[in-house]
């Protein structure tokens, strides 16, 4: 998260620093040529900083580029007062003015993708930012060129047609709202869904949800994904073929919970999952985005919701190990989908020679307390594992870019296995290669796992395979009583004092083979192989049969909502 704060910090700096500095040339000294240069520079830094900061606010930026510009322009004609070039400023005042509110506005309508429906207005809306910063670029291009100023003025008024069409169109859905909702609303009537997979979640999240898309498609009922944040829309909607909406509003949830809906689905604690849970004539259910012994996966907010389902007996253990008390009856046992194609091994681990380890450090978390990360300690772990001619798989966390310290260390392990690729021939996989393959392909690539506390343990379990885990805590014989995964587990200490111990259990002797069998039931249940996704499936339906389909009631608030 730091890493995220640093660069949008830095895009902001240099697109003001750019914008003054070119007024200040322009306005004070006789270099027009190098101010309009610096103008241009700071539309570049201007257009950076949205695609770093979306909806960011550049008025003041484009007001003091817009001004260099005219003031260029001025001085390369030397003509005195033209009224064109006053049109031209009055039009690009008036753009720099409206171009922020008008896209607040369109970021307000109903989104959708993989429906038919065409609402081309909050895509222009959203797109006025970056026509104002080339309208900018045009006019100092035509002042450099010392063209008449009625060339800017069309290209100005061009720009300004366009933003007053589309503020004409807002205000008309903002005032005269269409009876019965608008364009998705009836598309989505037409599509009679029978249930939703809510998402709200930060940037880079949406693995939480398409990791359970191909699921949800089994269930073999119409569906559509409900996402709260406007990034989200392009990469789920290109992950499926159900409708995606995006509703920036309480309204715009209003209106895509259409009656045929029975049943919302969710993957994470997000705050926003309050606006769905409360419609009451849903059953809501989560089914979280992964299976793991970290503090979130007992969070006490899962009690909200109507059905809880966990992959085995051991996660309805975890909520009472940490106190939250939620009826017996929302917890329903399905497994854990995700697993079914990962290839078993039912023997053990012994005398491994060439192994292929993956070796998969999670994020430092939103909280200290979270923080399980492992990177800081990761060189020697590696280093001892190529001394035994391991090959690795490293997959690091897709949040780990987001902590500049973790980014660093990443870099760190990524130059030893490319160098060690180049000496030895070991065919190391990382990097971009590494995030190409899924999960269930590094799983099956493997010989045995190297691993913090995370989700990836319990995925990692239904292969039978051994595993290790990162005690980062120094928490020692407590760190199994926290985390019960790590009992089945070969348990690393942060100093790693005990690597070669943890490697030759992992790779050479596997005395704990038989114990994992037993976790593996109680984590991932006991449902057979050849048709474990069933289990999942077979409850989705067994909740979507749970209402009336012909009991198609208007989506209707609680008394508390």
């Known amino acids: 998260m730091r890493g995220d704060l640093v660069r949008k910090l830095a895009a902001r700096c240099l697109s003001v620093g750019l914008a003054v500095l070119a007024f200040v040339v322009v306005a004070l000294t006789g270099a027009t040529g190098w101010g309009l240069a610096l103008a241009v520079a700071a539309l570049v830094a201007a257009y950076a900083e949205q695609r770093i900061r979306p909806g960011a606010d550049l008025v003041a930026e484009t007001a003091l580029i817009a001004a260099a510009v005219l003031v260029g322009y001025s001085r390369r004609l030397d003509d005195g007062f033209d009224p064109a070039l006053a049109a031209t400023a009055l039009v690009l005042l008036g753009l720099v003015l409206l171009v922020g509110p008008l896209r607040t506005a369109g970021n307000l309508e109903v989104r959708a993708a993989n429906l038919p429906v065409r609402g081309w207005t909050p895509l222009i809306a959203d797109q006025l930012g970056v026509a104002l910063l080339g309208l900018l670029a045009a006019v100092a291009l035509a002042a450099a060129l010392a063209l008449p100023p009625a060339v800017a003025l069309a290209a100005g008024l061009l720009v300004g047609v366009g933003a007053g069409a589309v503020a004409l169109d807002l205000a008309r859905r903002r005032f005269r709202p269409t009876v019965g909702g608008g364009a998705v609303a009836r598309a989505l009537r037409r599509h009679q869904p029978e249930f939703l997979l809510y998402f709200s979640a930060p940037p880079g999240s949406e693995y939480q949800v398409t990791m359970w898309l191909p699921y949800l498609e089994r269930i073999g009922s119409p569906f559509l994904v409900l996402v709260r944040e406007p990034e989200f829309l392009a990469p789920i909607a290109a992950a499926t073929d159900a409708p995606v909406v995006y509703c920036p509003t309480l309204r715009a949830i209003d209106e895509a919970l259409v009656p045929s809906l029975r049943v919302a689905f969710y993957v994470n604690h997000g705050a926003k999952n309050s606006h769905c849970v409360r419609f009451t004539q849903l059953t809501h ?167 913090d506390v995370s989700g990836v343990i319990s995925d990692y379990l239904y292969s039978g395979k051994p595993y290790a885990v990162t005690d980062m805590g120094d928490e020692g014989d407590r760190f199994a009583e926290r985390f019960p995964l790590a009992a089945s587990g070969y348990v690393l200490r942060r100093d790693m004092s005990n690597v070669d111990a943890v490697l030759t259990a992992l790779l050479a002797t596997d005395p704990l083979a038989e114990e994992r069998w037993a976790t593996r039931r109680r984590y991932l249940g006991d449902f057979p192989a050849e048709s474990y996704a069933e289990a999942f499936l077979s409850a989705a339906r067994r909740e979507l049969a749970a209402q009336d389909p012909t009991d198609a009631r208007t989506p209707h608030l609680s008394p508390s909502a």
Do not use: M
């Not at 490293?394 to 760190?412: E, F, I, K, V």
């Open 285 to 451: 259910i989560q089914l979280h985005h992964g299976d793991s012994d970290k503090a979130p996966s007992a969070n006490p907010v899962s009690g909200i919701f109507d059905r809880i389902f966990v992959a085995g007996p051991a996660a309805i253990d975890r909520y009472a190990r940490a106190g939250v008390r939620i009826p017996a009856d929302k917890f329903v046992v399905v497994g854990r989908p995700q697993v079914e194609s990962i290839d078993v091994r039912r023997e053990p681990a012994r005398g491994l020679t060439s192994p292929t380890v993956l070796y998969t450090p999670t994020w430092t978390g939103h909280h200290a307390d979270a923080d399980y990360c492992s990177l800081p300690v990761a060189e020697e772990l590696l280093r001892r594992l190529l001394e035994r001619g391991a090959t690795v798989i490293l997959r690091a966390h897709p949040y780990t870019a987001q902590n500049p310290a973790s980014a660093r260390q990443l870099g760190r392990l990524t130059e030893l296995l490319v160098a060690d690729r180049a000496r030895s021939g070991r065919q190391h996989v990382l990097g971009a290669a590494a995030r190409e393959l899924s999960l269930t392909d590094c799983v099956n690539r493997s010989d045995a796992l190297v691993s």
